[in-house]
C-alpha cells in the first residue's frame, strides 16, 4: 500500500527512537505499580525510588517477544478485526460523559438507554468493525459501570469490541464476563473478543492503575491498545516531534511492563496526543497538528513492525454542523492515509466528552469514502479507454454499455441517504432536509432495522 502520509523521514524516525530510548536512562520513566516494579528490577532495570531507568537491551528483548499481528473474533468466534500489516478498521469513540439530545441540541447525561442506541446503530454500519463501550452510563451504579458497559455491548453486538476500564476494581470483572462469554479462559485467550485501552499518564509516568492493567490483561491474553496522550505545550514538549518522541518513550515502558509480564502477549502502538491551544487551554482533538502527531506516531509505531492505532475522526464542535463535519473529515483522511490499522473517535464532539448517533452515521459516510480512496484506481479491462470508445465511437452512449452497469457500482462509492447528490428541485420538493435533518433519519431508519444477536 502506497502511503503518502509518511510525515517522517527513516532518519527521523531513528532520532526519535534514539531520543525516546535516552529519556528512559535519563531521566527515566516514573512506575508506580509494586509488582511492575519487581517485574523491572529482576530483569536488571536500574530502580530509584519509583523512577525507572530502561537499558535498551530490555527494549530490544520485549520487541522480540511482542507480537505483529493478531485478530479479535466475533460472536461467531470468526476473526472480524485484524491488527497489523496493511490493514485499517474503525470503532466509534469511547467513554463520552455525555450525549448530544437529537431533539434538545443539549449535551446531557448519557445513560444505558443511549449506549444500547450507538451499539444498535454501529452493528448496523458495515462501516465499523468493532463496537466500543461509547459512553458513560450514568444511570448505572459507579462501582460496576465498567461491567455494565461491556456487557451491554457483548448483548447488543455480534462485533469485537474495544473497551476499557476506569479503575483497578473494575478490570478483574470485565476478564470475568468475557471469559463466562467465552466459556473458558484458554477459549478467551485462543479468540479474544474485546482489546482494552489503556493509558499512561503524561509526562512519563506509568501510574499503579495503569501497570495492573498490563500486567492483567497480558497474564489473560486479551490485547491491549497503549492510549499514550501527550499533550504537545502543556503535558508534553511544544514541539510536534518533541510530543512524538515522548510518546515513544511511554509506549516502549508499557510494552517492557506487558512483555515481561507476559511474553508473547498482543499489544498495540496507540495513542491519544493533542495540542495543547494557547488561548482556550483546550486540548483540541480536531486539530491538523493532533492528527499529524498520530501519523507521525504511528509511522514510528509501525517502523517497529507493531500494530498501530489512533483516536481520530472526532470534532471539538458542540453541534453536529459545518466544523464537525470538516475536522473528523480532515483527520480520518489523514489517518487513512498513514495507515493506521484502528482508528477510534468516531460519533465525538466537544473534546470527546459528547458522543452525537447523528455524528456517527455522518463519520461513516466520511470513513467509506476514505476506503474508496485507498482501493485506488483499477485497471478492470484490458483497455484504458480504447475499447470503449471502439463500441460507441463519438456517440458519447456510454451508458448504454454492458461494461457501465457491470462496474459502476465497483468504480463507484454510492452513498447512503445522508448525503445528497439530488438537483435542487428534488432537494427542495423533499423538504429542504441539510445533512443534520438526513441524520436524524438515517439514525431511526438504522434502528428501526437493527435484530438483536440470539443466545
Same mark, same amino acid.
Given at each position: ?172 470483572? /470485565? ?166 490499522? /484502528? ?63 457491470q462496474l459502476f457500482r465497483q468504480e463507484q462509492h454510492l452513498p447512503s441517504s445522508v448525503i445528497d447528490r439530488a438537483s435542487l428541485r428534488t432537494w427542495q420538493e423533499s423538504g429542504n432536509q441539510d445533512a443534520a435533518r438526513r441524520t436524524k433519519d438515517r439514525v431511526k431508519e438504522l434502528l428501526m432495522q437493527y435484530n438483536k444477536p440470539l443466545g
Amino acid at each position: 500500500m502506497n502511503l503518502p502520509a509518511d510525515l517522517l523521514s527513516q532518519d527521523l524516525i531513528s532520532r526519535v527512537l534514539d531520543e525516546a530510548r535516552q529519556l528512559l536512562v535519563t531521566p527515566g520513566i516514573r512506575v508506580s505499580d509494586p509488582e511492575a516494579l519487581r517485574l523491572l528490577k529482576d530483569s536488571g532495570a536500574e530502580i530509584n525510588d519509583d523512577i525507572v531507568h530502561i537499558s535498551d537491551e530490555l527494549i530490544q528483548k520485549a520487541l522480540t517477544t511482542v507480537p505483529h499481528e493478531f485478530d479479535l473474533f466475533n460472536r461467531n468466534g470468526q476473526p472480524a478485526v485484524h491488527y497489523g500489516g496493511d490493514t485499517l478498521q474503525f470503532d466509534p469513540g469511547s467513554c463520552a460523559p455525555h450525549f448530544l439530545d437529537p431533539e434538545t441540541g443539549e449535551h446531557r447525561n448519557s445513560t444505558s438507554a443511549d449506549l444500547i442506541n450507538i451499539i444498535k446503530v454501529t452493528e448496523m454500519l458495515p462501516e465499523f468493525a468493532a463496537q466500543s463501550t461509547a459512553v458513560v452510563c450514568h444511570d448505572a451504579p459507579k462501582e460496576s459501570g465498567d461491567v455494565h458497559r461491556l456487557q451491554l455491548v457483548l448483548e447488543y453486538s455480534n462485533k469485537p469490541v474495544v473497551t476499557g476500564a476506569f479503575s483497578s476494581q473494575g478490570i478483574r470483572p /470485565m476478564i470475568g464476563l468475557l471469559t463466562a462469554h467465552a466459556g473458558s479462559a484458554g477459549a478467551l485467550r485462543a479468540k479474544p473478543r474485546a482489546i482494552f485501552d489503556v493509558c499512561p499518564s503524561p509526562p512519563l509516568h506509568w501510574t499503579d492503575f495503569a501497570c495492573r492493567c498490563l500486567i492483567e490483561l497480558g497474564r489473560a491474553g486479551i490485547p491491549v491498545e497503549m492510549v499514550s496522550m501527550p499533550l504537545a505545550g502543556a503535558t508534553a514538549p511544544v514541539t510536534l516531534i518533541g510530543a512524538v518522541t515522548q510518546h515513544a518513550a511511554e509506549s516502549l515502558t508499557g510494552i517492557v511492563i506487558h512483555q515481561l509480564a507476559s511474553p508473547g502477549a498482543p499489544i498495540v502502538w496507540g495513542g491519544a496526543p493533542a495540542i495543547f491551544d494557547m488561548r482556550t487551554g483546550a486540548a483540541p482533538m480536531g486539530a491538523i497538528e493532533t492528527a499529524m502527531i498520530c501519523a507521525a506516531y504511528a509511522r514510528v509505531g509501525k517502523s517497529l513492525g507493531l500494530p498501530t492505532h489512533a483516536y481520530l475522526c472526532a470534532s471539538d464542535s458542540k453541534a453536529l454542523d459545518a466544523q464537525a463535519g470538516m475536522e473528523s473529515g480532515m483527520t480520518v483522511l489523514l489517518g487513512v492515509m498513514a495507515g493506521i490499522n /484502528m482508528i477510534s473517535g468516531a460519533g465525538m464532539l466537544d473534546f470527546l466528552n459528547c458522543f452525537s448517533l447523528e455524528k456517527l452515521v455522518l463519520d461513516a459516510e466520511a470513513i467509506a469514502m476514505a476506503q474508496r480512496l485507498l482501493i485506488g484506481i483499477d485497471t478492470p479491462q484490458s483497455s484504458l479507454a480504447l475499447g470503449t470508445f471502439a463500441q460507441i465511437g463519438l456517440t458519447a452512449d456510454f451508458l448504454k454499455l454492458k461494461e457501465t452497469r457491470q462496474l459502476f457500482r465497483q468504480e463507484q462509492h454510492l452513498p447512503s441517504s445522508v448525503i445528497d447528490r439530488a438537483s435542487l428541485r428534488t432537494w427542495q420538493e423533499s423538504g429542504n432536509q441539510d445533512a443534520a435533518r438526513r441524520t436524524k433519519d438515517r439514525v431511526k431508519e438504522l434502528l428501526m432495522q437493527y435484530n438483536k444477536p440470539l443466545g
